[in-house]
């Protein structure tokens, strides 16, 4: 494979890093302080086709292959996390399902809207009982006539307060375990007996909203099942694989955003007459922070172009996951180290990445899952 990313995919990696740096990065503390996300930001990311990142052109999307996204996750990781976390949790885990499952009336249904940034979808699998173990689901739905009729409750789902459109995975089958469960498209906002809970109080990525989503005797159109009965496990597992490598790509720009804050602080922040990058023990973090961004571009990059050769990437997802959000946590620790003070104060972005990527280790499947998916495959 190249390494060199085409020109094209540079030319629009650069122009979405620009509208990071210079539209959202600036309304950052706004979006702390209302933990929401001005709507005409929104307005912006659409025009700029972010929400209909992975939607073919057919219906109003952009159409990238996985290269393509993830260079944009890497672009969007350069500027405020949770804003990018709302981007990426619809054009991922939101989307994808549809795009490789749906029927062409449920594509047609749905696709322009979500495209256009009408409508902000979700991915509901976790459960108060089912987080990294997600066969543990309990979420039911009976089917009744042309309706399924669920009753359970989600929680921790992304986008779920602002979603015309979640992905639910809910057990069809109980005798059959984790292959008796099935995919539902769900609109939350106009569903009787859809309801969804009281905004997640999270420790960073302000703006990027989730909540618990509970289902009361909803009825669910057949029409809305999505793929084929009781596979929904089965294709949960290949959405959140294709998901765990824009996660690597999103934490490799927020690598390469601290390594410039850093570098930029050390070369004019003077202590004892002299820029403290002039210390070998500042010069040893920064070499450290940059070996770090570079090792998880290439895995990143390697994974998201097998993604497109068609390759089997479950082994390959999780390492580069698991490795760039791992690497993440410990270059934001440097990127306090080098900034000092300065670096745990409020007003500083450092500090904000430092709360932010916490996240990234956890959701989508923690490190821990990530190294028994690795090693399960080894030893197959």
Known sequence: MDFNLPDDLREVQATIRDFMLSRVEPRAHEIEDTNSVPPELFKEAASLGLFGLSIPEEYGGVGLGMLGRCAVYEALGQGHMGFGGVISAHASIGTSGLVRLGTEEQKQKFLPRMASGECVAGFAITEPSSGSDAANIHTRAVKKDDVYVLNGTKHYISNAPIAGLLTVIAITDPARGSKGMSAFL????????????????KMGQKGALSAEVIFEDAEIPAANLL????????????????????????????????????????????????????????????????????TSRVLWQKVAWMVDEGQDVRRMASIAKYHATEALSQVADKAVQVAGGMGYMKDSPVERYYRDQRLLRIYEGTSEIQKIIIAKSLLA
């Open 186 to 201: 769900v609109e939350p906002q106009t569903t009787p007996g859809v309801r969804v809970g009281k905004i997640d109080e």
């Open 227 to 294: 793929g084929p009965e009781h596979m929904g496990y089965r294709e949960a597992l290949g959405i959140l694989t294709a998901g765990r490598v824009g996660i690597a790509a999103r934490s490799t720009g927020a690598m390469q955003r601290l390594l410039d804050l850093s570098v930029a602080h050390a070369k004019s922040r003077e202590q004892f007459g002299q820029p403290i990058g002039e210390f070998q023990a500042v010069q040893f973090m920064l070499a450290e922070m940059e070996i770090a961004v570079q």
